[in-house]
């Protein structure tokens, strides 16, 4: 089995946008992720209390012909439709790559 890889992007954004981009996550680029052979998972994380937000999003892939399967060959490259841009002016265009080393599920987690 191949390694996993942790995927981060980045961006920061007015309070006031980030909920649009969050319907437009859900409605646009997820289904396509889940649709994408290899795609694990994905957790996004918005900053507490300042304005604008810090935004990251850490996707989980069953290893990079996976991950190539939905970014395209050039990993480097961010995701990036055209509507995000519209509401996130401030983003990453480039994501980082991570070989994921340690995964511990919490007590919640456990069955």
Do not use: C
């Amino acid at each position: 089995m191949a390694e996993k890889i942790v995927s981060r992007w980045e961006a920061r954004a007015p309070k006031s946008a980030v909920k649009q981009w969050l319907d437009g996550f859900h409605k646009i680029v997820l289904p396509k992720m889940k649709n994408t052979e290899g795609f694990l998972g994905v957790s996004i994380q918005v900053s507490r209390g300042e304005d604008p937000r810090h935004i990251a999003v850490f996707t989980t892939w069953d290893g990079e012909d996976a991950l190539i399967r939905f970014a395209g060959p050039n990993l480097d490259e961010a995701v990036m439709p055209d509507w995000v841009a519209a509401i996130i002016p401030d983003h990453d265009t480039h994501a980082t790559h991570y070989d994921e080393v340690l995964s511990e599920p919490g007590l919640e987690d456990r069955q």
